[in-house]
């Protein structure tokens, strides 16, 4: 079946949130701890969605892909977190993990790079957990580099080493 994709509503929020929930605990248990994954629950993170989208839903975009009506995956995109005006951030693709595979992700990706150019910014970034080789080669495949920066950030309790990377557009 084929993907189609569409801009986020309101009303996508709530299952993006369970999405996104699902598809960090199946990239990320093979490097980080149970106790950090389990926190915060799907509707949790649907309401961290709902609120971020009152705050960014005019300077952001979210996309998402569903398969027969049924949501497979989102990408999230805005202005750079280091205040580049030239530079678009990549702030998030996942996944449903049965969806890991299927082109879906690749989609996700061609799209949110399209409507960076369309912004006028000549250089997209995203941050990536280190230990996450799959993200890694996904995007290294999709022609990002790493830049060298990195951060550290916690997933529920555990702190999590990042690393940037930049592609032009």
């Known amino acids: 079946m084929t993907i189609t994709l569409r801009s986020a509503t309101e009303g996508d929020l709530m299952a993006v949130g369970a999405l996104h929930q699902r598809s960090r605990v199946a990239a990320y248990s093979a490097f980080l701890p149970a106790e950090a994954l389990a926190d915060p629950t ?17 300077t952001h975009r979210m996309t998402v892909a569903e398969r027969a009506g049924t949501l497979v995956g989102f990408s999230h995109l805005g202005p750079d977190d280091e205040d580049d005006p030239s530079t678009g951030l990549l702030n998030a693709i996942h996944l449903d993990p049965r969806e890991q595979g299927r082109g879906v992700g690749r989609t996700l990706m061609v799209d949110a790079l399209d409507a960076m150019r369309a912004q006028g910014w000549r250089r997209a970034v995203l941050w990536v957990l280190r230990e996450n080789a799959h993200a890694r080669a996904f995007y290294e495949r999709g022609g990002w580099t790493p830049t060298g920066a990195e951060r550290v950030e916690h997933i529920g309790t555990a702190l999590t080493p990042q690393l940037r990377y930049t592609r032009p557009l």
């Open 42 to 58: 799907p509707e949790a993170m649907g309401r961290y969605w709902v609120e971020r989208w009152l705050w960014e839903r005019d």
